[in-house]
C-alpha cells in the first residue's frame, strides 16, 4: 500500500504571493488532518478534513484554508503569504476515526517545507 | 482543551543504554489514545507505540515501551538499547473524543553517543 504522498516536497515563495499545497492519503483512509511544523511553535494543527467536509479546525487566521476532494485527495491553500509561515507543513491520513473514536493512529506523509522570502 | 507536555527539550544517552522520555498529558474525557513517534531529520513522522486509556496492561512494540500512569496523566517513553539510529526527535500525542484530531507535545530530541 502507498503511503502518504505530498507535493511539492519543497517550495520557496515571495511574500504576498498565495501557495497550494497537495496530500494525497492512503488508500482507503477518508479523514485528512494538516499541521505546521516551526522551530518556535512546534506541531500545530491546521484543520482535519472527513468525506470532504471540514471537521475540525486549529487556531490559523482565515489566510489557511483547505478543501477535500471526493478521492479523499486534500489540498491546502496559504494566501498572501507572510515570512512567519514559513515552516514544513504536514499532512496525516488516517482510517475513518468516527466521531469519538481516539485509537486511531495517523500516518504521516514527509512533508512540503515551504520557504517565505 | 487537550495539552500534551514535553519538558526535555533535549536529552543525551550513551549507546546500549535505555532511554526514558516524559509526557503529562491533561483531558477532561475517559476515553482517549496516547501515541508516540519519531522524527528523524528527513522530517517524516514514524508511528512508534500506542497505548489506550482502558488499557491495563503499559504498550510495548519492541524496544520501545509505554509507562502509562493514569492517574499522574504520566505517558513515558521507553527506549532500551539506545542504537546510534534512534537519534531523532520524539513527539507525544493524543486523540480524544472530543477532538478527532491529533495534538502534539513540543517534542524532546534525543541524542545517542556512541
Known amino acids: 500500500k502507498a503511503g502518504v504522498t505530498q507535493t511539492p516536497r519543497y517550495l520557496i515563495k515571495t511574500r504576498g504571493q498565495q501557495v497550494t499545497l497537495s496530500c494525497s492519503p492512503i488508500s482507503g483512509h477518508r479523514s485528512v488532518s494538516w499541521y505546521q511544523q516551526t522551530p518556535g511553535q512546534g506541531l500545530q494543527f491546521l484543520f482535519e478534513y472527513f468525506s470532504e467536509t471540514q471537521r475540525n479546525k486549529g487556531n490559523f487566521p482565515g489566510r489557511f484554508s483547505g478543501r477535500q476532494f471526493s478521492n479523499s485527495r486534500s489540498e491546502m491553500n496559504v494566501s498572501t503569504l507572510e515570512l512567519g509561515d514559513s515552516a514544513l507543513y504536514l499532512c496525516?491520513?488516517?482510517?475513518?476515526?468516527?466521531?469519538?473514536?481516539?485509537?486511531?493512529?495517523?500516518?504521516f506523509g514527509q512533508g512540503t517545507r515551504l520557504t517565505v522570502v | 482543551a487537550q495539552k500534551i507536555t514535553q519538558t526535555q527539550p533535549g536529552m543525551f544517552v550513551q549507546e546500549k543504554e535505555a532511554v526514558t522520555l516524559d509526557c503529562t498529558y491533561d483531558?477532561?474525557?475517559?476515553?482517549?489514545?496516547l501515541f508516540w513517534y519519531k522524527q528523524p531529520s528527513s522530517g517524516e513522522m514514524i508511528f512508534l507505540i500506542y497505548?489506550?486509556?482502558?488499557?491495563?496492561q503499559n504498550a510495548t512494540e519492541g524496544r520501545y515501551s509505554l509507562n502509562f500512569q493514569k492517574a499522574r496523566k504520566s505517558a513515558n517513553l521507553v527506549i532500551s538499547a539506545s542504537q546510534l539510529g534512534d537519534s531523532a526527535m520524539y513527539f507525544c500525542a493524543m486523540r480524544d473524543r472530543n477532538n478527532n484530531d491529533m495534538r502534539f507535545g513540543a517534542g524532546t530530541r534525543l541524542t545517542v553517543k556512541p
Open positions: 497505548q489506550g486509556s482502558y488499557d491495563e
Open positions: 496525516a491520513s488516517s482510517p475513518d476515526p468516527g466521531q469519538g473514536a481516539s485509537n486511531t493512529e495517523a500516518f
Open positions: 483531558t477532561s474525557d475517559q476515553s482517549y489514545g
